[in-house]
């Protein structure tokens, strides 16, 4: 099992930055592929970026390449996301993930999930 708590979110002003932080417990942290998901409302829950087990390998939704960063703290079992330049179309929940198939994570078919943080974009 894996428990992941996310937090971070809030509401800022187009433009700024965020960072969403995601501590997980139970199962070695480090054995797990991350990603960070977001939904908005009326639309399916989409992948924003994914970061390997070991941290070296990334990915990103296109659209979002050098704004979002995803980064990870095996040693202390955070999953981070740095938000840049922040727009309003970035406004939804955003909600952290875990699985030991790097497929499986970006396909969005996560073993767990956490709770969700709502990050809102003010014009």
């Known amino acids: 099992q894996v428990e992941l708590v996310e937090s971070g979110g809030g509401l800022v002003q187009a433009g700024d930055s965020l960072r969403l932080s995601c501590v997980a417990s139970g199962n070695t942290f480090s054995d797990y592929n991350m990603g960070w998901f977001r939904q908005v409302p009326g639309k399916e829950r989409e992948l924003v970026a994914a970061?390997?087990?070991?941290?070296?390998?990334?990915h990103y939704e296109a659209s979002l390449i050098g704004r979002f960063f995803i980064s990870r703290d095996n040693a202390n079992n955070i999953l981070y996301l740095q938000m840049n330049s922040l727009k309003p179309e970035d406004t939804g929940v955003y909600y952290c993930a875990a699985d030991l198939n790097w497929g499986r994570m970006v396909a969005g078919m996560n073993t767990y999930w956490g709770q969700g943080t709502q990050v809102s974009v003010s014009s």
């Open positions: 970061i390997d087990w070991s941290g070296v390998g990334t």
